[in-house]
């Protein structure tokens, strides 16, 4: 059983993160983490140092559960100033800046600002890493830790050499977020019933954020998802075709992005049997984390072509099926290393991809041993999460 000291003051960490709104996997890295933080560190004091993008509902569904949590946004600035008076002040107060979990070392050019002109200690919570990401600033962490395997070996291959570099899962896996009153009035009006239905999530090969942001079209990556977007898919449709005809189960079309909607009315609404049809429901609208675990905390399982919808449901009990391809970069290795490479298909191997669809049907067929499989991840990713809090704990000891 580790000892820590009593800290005579509260350490105070700067969370740089909250990195995207239109994806409900990067809404939920940051209430992942200050989750861990409240549970393993509970005298610290947290700043969440967000993208300007961050919503007023956002905001809101973060005060809901944490209601002491101050927000600010900006950057610094040449002369190592916030670009405005609250930031200023956060990194001026702060004893250790955290950076969440992420695609990559997301904010590393604010990392870097910090390091020069405050001097003060950083570590890392949970990233990919697909080389390109300022090794030498990652050298300077207190720890780092990725939250695949894949990227761990590639940070040791580029020299990376922060003091303790380790797999440690993404911080979405320590999500609890809830919105019931949502999540029950949405199940009511569409005669979703608790433990009957499963969650199925669409995906095209690489997010088409035209649609979304102000952007233009990318005319290689829209070729692509064309092309492939009927091979990502039929398996996911077959598997709905047996879970409702053999097992009399609902299956949920619901999005993590917010592009998502349209793909999977397209993909799997528009393709479905008549028969299947009805007992299958589509989710017209974007929604935020807190709903949406309140729903997949209701079904008896999901699957689908996303990552982080995956993970919410792993670390809250629920079975989930990741299929993944290499426009994904590596994180979905991460399957593996918390034991469930069983649920883990990669859709450019033709070989896997035949064995998708069989998988659903046995993980919906089998609720007990699905259950007992995920408990057993769950765990392992819980005692690896409480290692990493640890760790920052121990560093905050140290500086104050």
């Not at 001026?92 to 990392?111: E, I, K, Q, T, Y």
């Not at 609720?367 to 760790?391: D, G, S």
């Amino acid at each position: 059983m580790l000892k820590f000291r009593e800290f005579k003051v509260s350490p105070k960490v700067l969370l740089r993160s909250s990195w995207q709104v239109v994806n409900i996997g990067d809404i939920a890295h940051t209430p992942g983490v200050l989750a861990l933080i409240e549970k393993y560190i509970p005298e610290a004091e947290v700043i969440l140092w967000a993208e300007s993008d961050i919503t007023q509902e956002i905001m809101d569904m973060e005060h809901k559960r944490f209601p002491k949590l101050r927000i600010v946004k900006g950057t610094i600035t040449e002369d190592g100033k916030g670009s405005n008076e609250e930031l200023d002040k956060a990194i001026r107060w702060c004893d250790f800046l955290l950076h969440g979990s992420g695609p990559s070392f997301v904010a590393r050019m604010d990392v870097k600002a910090f390091v020069k002109h405050t001097g003060k200690p950083f570590g890392v919570f949970g990233i990919t890493y697909a080389g390109s990401q300022e090794p030498e600033l990652l050298s300077q962490a207190k720890f780092v830790y990725f939250r695949d395997s894949v990227s761990l070996e590639a940070a040791k291959k580029d020299g990376v050499n922060s003091p303790v570099m380790e797999f440690g899962p993404d911080g979405a896996f320590a999500v609890d977020l809830r919105n019931d009153d949502k999540a029950l009035a949405f199940m009511e009006d569409n005669n979703l019933e608790e433990g009957k239905f499963l969650c199925c999530i669409p995906r095209l090969r690489t997010t088409p954020y035209w649609r979304l942001v102000d952007r233009p079209i990318d005319p290689q990556k829209n070729d692509w998802n064309n092309k492939m977007k009927e091979h990502d898919h039929a398996q996911l449709r077959e598997a709905i075709i047996n879970i409702v005809r053999k097992l009399q189960l609902k299956v949920f079309i619901c999005p993590e992005d917010a592009s998502q909607m349209a793909v999977g009315k397209e993909m799997i609404i528009d393709k479905l049997p008549e028969d299947v049809l009805s007992n299958v429901v589509w989710r017209e609208n974007f929604w935020l984390p807190d709903e949406a675990l309140s729903i997949y905390t209701r079904s008896a399982g999901l699957f689908g072509n996303e990552m982080h919808s995956p993970i919410m449901c792993i670390g809250n009990g629920i079975p989930a099926i990741v299929c993944r391809w290499a426009e994904q970069t590596s994180k979905g290795y991460m399957w593996r290393d918390i034991g469930l490479d069983e649920w883990l298909f990669d859709m450019d191997n033709e070989e896997e991809v035949v064995q998708v669809a069989p998988a659903i049907f046995e993980l919906a067929s089998n609720p007990i041993e699905a259950k007992e499989k995920v408990a057993e991840a769950q765990a392992y990713v819980q005692k690896l999460q409480r290692e990493m809090t640890y760790t920052l704990r121990a560093e905050l000891e140290k500086v104050l």
